[in-house]
């Protein structure tokens, strides 16, 4: 696939684009977690539950991918439970610990809202030739890990 012609943009333009995107997507978040009787922070964690797939997260993960403290991570799996999206598994290798996995009719809810806004993503992606997803993979990548580490400097839970 050729690329198509782009507009010229400045790097303040993009930033602008992004935040754009960012405050967009906080809003939809909002709206889609009190749709399914969640808050953001629980639905964010229950993202993570469902990107980690098998690979089964702890308590620990989650609290560290979701920026909380452990003990704030207790509270949203005990709500998370309660409300029917998530289950806690013994640890196979340490009896300590526990993992956490999503119920599948929990997970079959939450992508039943996601999948057509995902299928609109892959619409708008094909747009893009393999070298500027490649472009676009990076850049996500890549402000993701800044973006963590920000937080990390300045908005330490500990």
Not at 24 to 39: D, K, P, R, S, Y
Not at 89 to 106: G, H, I, S
Request: aromatic share 6%; charged share 25%; with cysteine.
């Amino acid at each position: 696939m050729q690329a198509k012609p782009r507009p010229a943009a400045s790097p303040v333009q993009a930033l602008t684009a992004m935040d754009d995107l960012i405050a967009t997507a906080m809003v939809g978040q909002q709206e889609i977690a009190a749709q399914v009787g969640l808050n953001v922070t629980d639905l964010t964690c229950f993202a993570y539950v469902l990107q980690a797939g098998e690979n089964l997260l702890t308590a620990g993960d989650l609290a560290a991918r979701a920026h909380v403290t452990t003990g704030a991570v207790t509270g949203i799996l005990n709500r998370l439970e309660r409300a029917g999206y998530v289950t806690r598994r013994p640890d196979p290798t340490d009896r300590r610990r526990v993992r956490v996995a999503a119920l599948p009719d929990a997970e079959a809810r939450i992508r039943e809202i996601y999948e057509p806004y995902y299928a609109r993503l892959m619409d708008l992606f094909a747009d893009y030739s393999p070298d500027e997803i490649a472009v676009l993979t990076d850049w996500f990548t890549r402000a993701s890990a800044l973006a963590a580490g920000y937080l990390e400097e300045h908005c330490r839970t500990d």
